[in-house]
């Protein structure tokens, strides 16, 4: 049976998974993207010729570099763009944005058009995003939406609340959600069930023994 989480009952899984079974954080973070990169590179599904991937500053950014790295050692044409402050970057975020940096994969601070681009990796929000969101990421989630492109999302739509699957002031709608170890709550309720799109759920090895 699938388990149905919020976002706190997530994060004990996941700080148990890294703290007391010791799997170590980057490798969770690399069976995510591989996960991601898999959905993403199967016959015929998308239009690969020029991916974008929008990449947050938490771990849900750092999944956005890893899967831009393994799309681009894949031969895909792949842009990373970098949504905040690099300062702000997870430990893990930071050592992926490292690797990207030297495989010199093409990198934006701002994004002027999506012209060319052909799909979206929606790797900027997280699960543990809750309140309203600022003014500048609602803007820059709405031009995603208005951008026309097919989108998809890394573990949950950015401006989704992963516990309520309530708008965070506005979200990204997916044509496809690759969420990780258990469904989210946001999934079973409007608007996150429509935002997510198809949704696959991919085993990445998160322990759920703090749950039992």
């Known amino acids: ?69 393994l799309l681009h050692l894949a031969g895909i044409p792949v842009t990373i763009w970098q949504t905040g402050n690099p300062d702000h970057f997870t430990t893990e975020t930071a050592q992926q944005a490292a690797i990207c940096a030297h495989y010199q994969i093409p990198h934006l601070h701002r994004l002027d058009s999506f012209l060319g681009y052909t799909l979206i990796v929606d790797a900027y929000l997280g699960i543990g995003v809750a309140g309203n969101l600022r003014t500048d990421a609602v803007k820059l989630i709405e031009s995603i939406r208005q951008s026309g492109l097919p989108v998809v999302a890394v573990d949950i739509p950015s401006g989704i609340d992963a516990s309520t699957g309530e708008s965070l002031g506005a979200y990204v709608q997916a044509v496809a959600t690759v969420t ?14 429509e935002a997510c799109g198809k949704l696959l759920i991919a085993d990445v090895g998160i322990s759920d023994k703090p749950l039992r």
């Not at 706190?8 to 591989?34: F, H, N, S, W």
């Not at 991601?36 to 199967?42: A, N």
């Not at 990780?180 to 069930?193: D, N, R, S």
């Open 1 to 69: 049976m699938t388990l149905l989480v919020n976002a706190k009952q997530m994060k004990l899984c996941d700080t148990y998974t890294i703290e007391t079974i010791g799997m170590p954080a980057m490798v969770l973070m690399e069976r995510a993207a591989l996960a991601v990169v898999q959905h993403l590179t199967e016959p015929d599904r998308y239009d690969l010729s020029q991916v974008l991937v929008a990449a947050g500053t938490g771990n849900n950014g750092g999944d956005g570099y890893a899967i831009a790295r």
């Open 180 to 193: 990780f170890q258990f469904k989210k709550i946001a999934f079973t309720v409007a608007p996150g069930m």
